[in-house]
């Protein structure tokens, strides 16, 4: 997906399941942490970048570790910064970056088990239409699932 359909498609999904700018803020950053690691692919080689491209910056183990170091740090006594706010940015980042994996593994190829086997499904290619009303769809879903919830509570 594009970045701009990452952020998108990511900041709805967790102001819905939050209500909060700001930890939506840290996931729309954890959105493009994945292909931003990889560097730009208009710096250099194109063909060299697009080798390496969803290769090890995309392994979902990753980022379920920083979850899981995250998480250690919230609940554990440790106190100042560490303990509350850094946790919750690095945890929100975590999940910014998975949302882009799986946004990712619905228009091609990602790792799942190691980072050199990928897998996933081509709903659409990258930059097409078709992305772009699924990136809608998503934001609808969201709309729905929250109006849904206000009427019903």
């Not at 080798?51 to 740090?73: D, I, K, N, Q």
């Not at 910064?81 to 980042?93: D, Q």
């Not at 882009?100 to 499904?121: L, M, Q, S, Y």
Request: net charge positive.
């Amino acid at each position: 997906m594009k970045w701009i359909n990452h952020q998108v498609v990511t900041g709805v999904v967790v102001y819905t399941a939050t209500a909060d700018l700001l930890l939506t803020a840290y996931s729309m950053a954890g959105a493009i942490l994945p292909d931003k690691i990889e560097g730009n692919p208009r710096a250099g080689n194109y063909w060299s970048w697009r080798s390496r491209h969803r290769g090890w910056s995309h392994w979902p183990v990753l980022y379920l570790a920083l979850l899981g170091v995250s998480r250690h740090f919230a609940q554990g006594d440790y106190g100042g910064v560490m303990g509350g706010e850094l946790a919750t940015i690095g945890s929100y980042i975590a999940i910014g970056a998975l949302l882009h994996i799986a946004e990712d593994a619905v228009c091609g190829n990602v790792p799942i088990v190691t980072p050199n086997r990928k897998h996933g499904i081509k709903l659409f290619a990258v930059g097409s239409v078709f992305e772009y009303l699924f990136a809608i769809a998503i934001v609808l879903a969201c709309y729905a699932g929250r109006v849904c919830a206000g009427a019903g509570g």
